[in-house]
């Protein structure tokens, strides 16, 4: 039973969850300052969260049915590969394609069922964020070969999440939210394009065009990884300009060192693929690095976990400021 678990754990990507629950939390956060509805909020998590992983399960069935479909697709090479952790449980036979198809519609009933609540509890406009966020769930596998994966996660964790959280516990449409979502957003697309940056060159492999792999090279992909980390701390600033919340925001600054190490390891990584980043303290927590360095994997773990920290640490501080700044 408890090996199911895992597999199913696994199939989902749930370590990737973070990322929504991170981005939740502000907007919950902005709209509990609002007298939001504290249960709806709550509801909303759920309901991203369901589609979040639908949204994986189904991007690891199309990626497995594309991959095996390829003349020169083997089987071992791919299982030995550890960097390639994508569609693994598919390709080595521990769950089925039928499996797969119900672990994904599970997900996508439970997430519209919440979408029916929230829709009958609090009208309209609950219809247009789900229907657009279901809409990027369903063909996120297709935009990620069609170099719109880093749009279409920019869409769902910034005007879409932020946007239609706030609706459910306010009942109110705001632009204010729209605003707010950037900072966020910016770093939850780092994190993505990283995993992008460091698949360069699997993905022109497959066939997967991403925008990092529309430069000559990995060291020239970094350009974008400047731009959105610059943006990512320029975005709190039309915070304090439009004045949605005070300088109490700007606590996110804390985290530019994270940022800075990250570039740096990404840097390191164009030139020496396989070098390890020194860890910093405030690079942690960094979990299962013992099961990491038997698979040989901490060269893309670690600068995984480097991005992810940086998501998450960025985000509770900007919880910190808002909250701050309502006192």
Request: aromatic share 14%; charged share 15%; proline share 3%.
């Amino acid at each position: 039973m408890l090996n199911k678990i895992l597999t199913i754990f696994e199939c989902s990507r749930i370590y990737s969850l973070p990322m929504t629950i991170m981005s939740w939390l502000v907007i919950f956060i902005f709209g509990l300052l609002d007298s939001g509805n504290i249960l709806y909020g709550f509801f909303a998590l759920f309901g991203i969260c369901f589609a979040h992983l639908a949204a994986n399960v189904l991007d690891d069935y199309f990626d497995y049915k594309s991959l095996i479909k390829q003349v020169n697709f083997d089987k071992k090479e791919y299982l030995q590969n550890t960097q390639k952790t994508k569609c693994r449980p598919l390709i080595a036979g521990v769950v089925t394609e039928p499996e797969i198809i119900l672990l994904a519609l599970v997900y996508l009933v439970l997430a519209g069922l919440i979408g029916l609540f929230l829709f009958l509890k609090c009208g309209t406009p609950v219809f247009y964020f789900a229907a657009a966020g279901g809409v990027i769930t369903l063909i996120y596998s297709f935009l990620s070969k069609i170099k719109l994966s880093e749009v279409a996660v920019a869409l769902a964790y910034g005007p879409i999440l932020y946007g239609g959280v706030y609706y459910v516990m306010t009942k109110t449409l705001s632009w204010e939210t729209f605003i707010l979502a950037l900072p966020t957003m910016f770093v939850t697309v780092i994190l993505l394009y990283i995993h992008t940056i460091m698949d360069y060159d699997f993905d022109i492999k497959e066939g997967h065009l991403t925008i990092a792999n529309s430069f000559d090279s990995q060291l020239d992909a970094l350009i974008v990884l400047k731009i959105l980390l610059i943006s990512a701390y320029v975005a709190p600033i039309l915070i304090c300009i439009f004045d949605i919340s005070d300088w109490q925001v700007l606590l996110v600054y804390l985290t530019i060192p994270l940022g800075v190490d990250l570039y740096k390891s990404l840097e390191e990584f164009s030139l020496a693929p396989e070098s390890v980043p020194a860890k910093k303290w405030y690079h942690f927590p960094m979990e299962n690095m013992k099961r990491i360095k038997q698979m040989g994997a901490e060269s893309f773990m670690i600068r995984m976990y480097q991005s992810r920290n940086l998501m998450i640490y960025f985000s509770v501080l900007l919880c910190v400021g808002l909250i701050l700044a309502n006192l």
